[in-house]
């Protein structure tokens, strides 16, 4: 099936390094995420990412490494209607402003490293981590579930890094926007129902 090749390949090339687009359902956000992975992102990745985003980059992970870096959740009380775990924000100690690509850089690095080493971090900074749910996509349907996910199947300390697509006038790409932003960057897109099908048919619960 022709889906879950899709997957696999957005898996080898998180796994070598490189971005792919995650799209979620059209009832939901109806939003295109950059993904890759935080151990081996580049300042040149941050930047493209940067450029067509937000400008707002995430660390997804498990709330175990959060806690492990002593990165609490950023409210008590979560009215988020989609209920986005974010942590307090971080920027890595050896960074600058920690605002520039390379210092971005270098805080996914520190977060992404094998054991966890919260004393490499400062709080708040700029790069905003989020708790994904255990169980990935098939407890939450969202793009942290799905980053942490494809991070961890890629075989990479699971932790990723996303971002919302946005068009030039600021607004949310849409799902032909999105399509022909990952046509012209040569990128993969994979949905999240993709990815959930893909894990159920392998058995990865």
């Not at 977060?111 to 700029?126: C, I, K, W």
């Amino acid at each position: 099936p022709v889906i879950l090749d899709r997957v696999s390949r957005a898996i080898d090339i998180i796994a070598a390094g490189g971005m792919v687009v995650v799209v979620d359902d059209d009832t939901r956000e109806n939003e295109g995420d950059l993904i890759a992975s935080a151990a081996t992102i580049t300042p040149e990745m941050v930047a493209f990412m940067v450029n067509y985003s937000t400008g707002i980059l995430c660390a997804a992970m498990s709330s175990t490494r959060a806690d492990a870096l002593l990165l609490p959740p950023m409210v008590a009380h979560n009215d988020d209607p989609l209920a986005t775990a974010f942590t307090i924000t971080c920027d890595a100690v050896a960074c600058g402003s920690g605002v520039s690509a390379k210092d971005r850089t270098l805080t996914f690095q520190v977060l992404a490293q094998e054991e966890p080493a919260p004393q490499e971090l400062r709080r708040p900074g700029h790069v905003f981590p989020l708790r994904a749910r255990e169980g990935g996509v098939l407890t939450r349907e969202g793009h942290t579930e799905a980053t942490y996910d494809l991070v961890r199947l890629a075989g990479h300390v699971p932790v990723g890094v996303l971002c919302e697509l946005v068009n030039k006038d600021g607004s949310m790409m849409r799902s032909t926007q999105i399509d022909s932003f990952a046509a012209r960057n040569g990128l993969l897109k994979i949905s999240v129902a993709e990815l959930i099908d893909w894990r159920r048919k392998r058995g990865d619960f």
